[in-house]
């Protein structure tokens, strides 16, 4: 209360509307794993701005098989397989990305751990954790790229992205069964944390591109009348000269050395692929290399694809070939390999016909990003107590392995552990659809399915922040009431939408605050304001049950 001593009128603003509850985002997730451009971290709103901040995917290598008709020399596509080895990391956060905006996905955070230059590391997936936990914007953690570690290596990273949801209470973690072997993921996930967290299975074939340089595409099967550069070499005299030719295969490369004058100046002259070189007798390898150099600098002089250069320390003589030409040695032989690059020109059918085999080239991912994207579109269109459900996957072809309902029943109730793992199934006519809602912890009736999960992360996290006014506030009834007021209309807010269950708002929630309600006297002495909150989360109906009986005839 102000004090008032010069005369005069005053106004005073009394305020009666207690502070709102500013709902937190449900669906940021954080990506951690490898870019081209790296490390680093950023918040992204679009698939562009990834690309200008970390870089385009990884380019995959192919090797091209073709086939030529020998009656009209046609030649056609007969088969494509990658080049790189199967032990090879397969760095994927360029398609999760991809693959999450394209499920609806919007706003996320990208942690960049390495380049693609480095080896996949549990290592630099601790330390984005540890980046991420920093962070308090993200809600979701997805860990794409951690497929590629060692299999006890990424449980050890999955157990340590759930322990940190359940230390910070607002996330929820997104798994995937590496390689398809439920019975290893159950083993090894452990049994902590395990409300925190769901698990898809199994991976998508997506209608994701494989991205990939024409310089690295391998054309094999090629006739020989197709030439392709090659190199000779060899040397003459020890530690003389070696003399080098680079042209297309077709070429006969050959070279004489005649004896000549030795008091002459060494003399180059080429003539139908045969480099012939007088006057080099009694010169060591040095000076025939030093008058290669100034004829080859002559703008003049063509050298035709020659090359003179000294052979060890160029003090040995050069010897003379008796007025004979001696082919140079292939160095690599004619080949039929080329590269798409090489044909864009010269072979353009083929090109054509190797480019639409490549188009056919899709990636294979594993559900997590898919599911984020999933997450985000569910909360966004119907909001986060909406089971991520019964709903339809975008850009994907189809499951790798299809899942029977017998198969998912062992997926979805596990008897021994409760770790629920979601299906993803095609259904005809309806395409690949989520049939699962379950976390990790099945079992558990409180924490079973991922909307209840969710919905108290939010209610909770919205709460704890907008209580944070009452820091340092008188504890009396004033601030109780304030708080209490506040907390019920938001709550009122979310029963009003469908997200709480109950006929009436009294039966969906209740906030209790207050001496001899949630305090005691020594409670206020400590300084501790105590809240009650409880609210009845709706819960998806998983199981229809249609019972249908005989009614008998009455009339």
Partial sequence: MPTYKTPGVYVEEISTLPPSVAEVSTAIPAFIGYTAKGPKMARINTLLEYETLFGLAK????????????????????????????TAPQFLMYYAISHYFKNGGGSCYIFSVGDYSGVPAKADFEAGLALLEKEDEPTLIVLTDAINLLTDDYYSVCQQSLAQCNKLGDRFAILDVLGGDVDTFRNKIGTNDLKYGASYHPYLQTTLNVQFEESGIEIEGQSSSTPTASTWMSSFGTNAIVVQFTGDASASPKVKIVAGDASSPVEFTIASDVLTIRNASTKTGQAVNAAW??????????????????????????????????????????????????????ETALYNQVKIALSKQRVTLPPSAAMAGTYARVDRERGVWKAPANVSLSAVIGPVSKITHEAQEGLNVDPTAGKSINAIRQFAGKGTLVWGARTLAGNDNEWRYVPVRRLFNMIEESTEKATAFAVFEPNDATTWLKVKAMIESYLYGLWEQGALAGPTAESAYFVNVGLGKTMTTQDVLEGRMIVEIGVAAVRPAEFIILRFTHKLQEA
């Avoid at 397989?81 to 199967?86: D, N």
């Avoid at 040695?329 to 044909?343: F, G, K």
């Fill in 59 to 86: 380019p995959a290598a192919f090797k091209v098989q073709t086939a030529e008709d020998t009656t009209t020399g046609l030649k056609s596509v007969s088969a494509v397989t990658p080049t790189a080895a199967a």
């Fill in 293 to 346: 150099d100034a004829w080859a600098a002559d703008a003049s002089n063509d050298a035709a694809g020659f090359d003179v250069n000294e052979s060890g320390d160029g003090s040995g003589e050069v010897p003379h070939t008796s007025n004979a030409s001696v082919d140079l040695t292939a160095q690599t032989a004619s080949s039929s390999t080329m590269t798409l690059a090489s044909i864009q020109s010269t």
